[in-house]
């Protein structure tokens, strides 16, 4: 093969080609550079001399269906300027690896459109070659994502694994990137981002996050100039959770068959927004039913539906007359769950109005959540925890396929 065709196909430049063979289906060739073009790998000089030779065997670009690889004899050289004693640098791979440059290119840019075990049945490696090469590839590019321009920021947790496992997000909400993945889901699983974030001289302003304790005294510890915004998808998520134990409740002491049997199959239906319910399917008429036989679900319901409405307010003024007037009703109620909410949102009221300053809210978690779950069902989650982070940190920037 000619030295032109080994570097345009191969990306091995420099080199000629002294013997091609085949072996087993594989395509061999031997390649060597001329003991002119040999320098000190620690100083460059070239006044060498060779102390030895191993050969080394390089998997290559295939052709076709056809694996090849390339078998170099690599000299150890003694140097006579600085002394050392090396062996020669193999300019077309990355130091220990037993692949070519132009082969790991190949493989991952297959990664971009294949599961990883569809990449290493058509290049006949191993699946952890593969997974290996992928980890390291998303290392080096979504490691270390800059935090230098972050201004407002979400913190949630997600579950992995039914539950047994938990992670912390924090989310970039102007860029919608994810800038850090950390274990666990309380204050401490941020400890590493505190850690990096101090010498970014980052100057975050707002946070948004849920009413739970979990992240916000952390917080408050290391930003203590950020507002904190309490987010409205966890206030409906909250609010959603209630509602469905209540209902729970009145269908388990409903005492007559056809009230019980009204408020079966409404679970959802009180969940959704009042403008999403289908009139086609008649779920607005089966909810009205509901509620008609249920006067505390009915008043909860509408309150649900009323406090979303605390988001929709000409400013701060208005929105704190609005909330305060709600939690007063909730509270007048003697509906239970309704009097619970509105001791929850009491407490968390500055932060809820802070909305109102800052109009951030971690919405754009969602669709990343979305995503991870995709990315769950895949056995590398399990098997790599690491591996598993770092393509979290990609979701939103890389061109990999979301597949194992
Ligand atoms: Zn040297």
């Known amino acids: 093969m000619s030295t032109s065709l080994l570097y345009h196909a191969f990306g091995i430049r420099g080199y000629e080609c002294t013997r091609t063979r085949y072996e087993g289906g594989s395509v061999i060739f031997s390649i060597r550079r001329e003991p002119e073009t040999w320098r000190c790998s620690s100083c460059g000089s070239a006044r060498v001399i060779r102390r030895g030779q191993v050969t080394r065997r390089f998997r290559s670009l295939p052709i076709g269906a056809r694996a090849t690889f390339v078998d170099l004899p690599i000299p150890r050289l003694e140097c006579?300027?600085?002394?050392?004693?090396?062996?020669?640098?193999?300019?077309?791979?990355d130091p220990r690896r037993s692949y070519t440059r132009s082969f790991q290119r190949y493989a991952l840019e297959?990664?971009?459109?294949?599961?990883?075990?569809?990449v290493a049945v058509h290049l006949g490696v191993g699946w952890d070659l593969i997974k290996d090469m992928q980890k390291r590839d998303l290392s080096r590019r979504f490691a270390r994502p800059k935090l230098k321009h972050l201004r407002h920021i979400a913190i949630d947790e997600i579950s992995i694994g039914r539950g047994h496992r938990y992670l912390t997000l924090v989310l970039d909400l102007q860029t919608g990137r994810v800038v850090f993945v950390g274990d666990g889901k309380a204050g401490d699983a941020l400890k590493p981002f505190w850690k990096r974030l101090r010498p970014s001289r980052a100057?975050?302003?707002?946070?948004?996050?849920?009413?739970?304790?979990?992240?916000?005294?952390?917080?408050?510890?290391?930003?203590?100039?950020?507002?904190?915004?309490?987010?409205?998808?966890?206030?409906?998520?909250?609010?959603?959770?209630?509602?469905?134990?209540?209902?729970?409740?009145?269908?388990?002491?409903?005492?007559?068959?056809?009230?019980?049997?009204?408020?079966?199959?409404?679970?959802?239906?009180?969940?959704?927004?009042?403008?999403?319910?289908d009139k086609e399917k008649g779920e607005k008429k089966r909810l009205e039913e509901a509620l008609a036989l249920n006067k505390p679900l009915?008043?909860?319901?509408?309150?649900?539906e009323e406090l979303r409405q605390?988001?929709?307010q000409p400013g701060k003024?208005?929105?704190?007359?609005?909330?305060?007037?709600?939690?007063?009703?909730?509270?007048?109620?003697?509906?239970?769950?309704?009097?619970?909410?509105?001791?929850?949102?009491?407490?968390?009221?500055?932060?809820?109005?802070?909305?109102?300053?800052?109009?951030?809210?971690?919405?754009?978690?969602?669709?990343t959540n979305n995503k991870i779950k995709t990315m769950k069902r895949q056995a590398y989650g399990f098997r790599d925890w690491g591996f598993?982070?770092?393509k979290i940190l990609a979701i939103h920037e890389t061109r990999y396929e979301l597949v194992g």
């Not at 006579?80 to 791979?93: D, K, L, S, T």
């Not at 009915?298 to 649900?304: D, G, L, S």
Request: hydrophobic share 45%.
């Open 80 to 93: 006579h300027h600085c002394g050392a004693v090396r062996q020669v640098e193999v300019p077309f791979a």
């Open 110 to 118: 297959l990664g971009r459109r294949m599961t990883i075990r569809d």
């Open 203 to 277: 100057k975050i302003e707002a946070v948004a996050m849920d009413m739970s304790a979990a992240y916000r005294g952390a917080v408050t510890r290391h930003l203590p100039k950020a507002k904190i915004v309490f987010d409205r998808f966890h206030v409906a998520q909250l609010f959603n959770e209630k509602l469905s134990d209540l209902r729970r409740d009145l269908h388990r002491e409903a005492a007559d068959v056809l009230q019980k049997s009204v408020l079966k199959g409404t679970r959802w239906l009180l969940l959704k927004g009042a403008e999403n319910l």
């Open 298 to 304: 009915a008043t909860a319901y509408y309150m649900k």
């Open 310 to 312: 605390f988001w929709e």
């Open 317 to 367: 003024r208005f929105a704190t007359v609005f909330l305060d007037g709600w939690i007063r009703r909730a509270v007048a109620s003697g509906i239970r769950v309704l009097q619970q909410m509105a001791k929850t949102l009491a407490l968390h009221r500055s932060g809820l109005l802070a909305y109102y300053d800052v109009r951030i809210t971690s919405g754009p978690m969602e669709g």
């Open 388 to 390: 598993f982070k770092l």
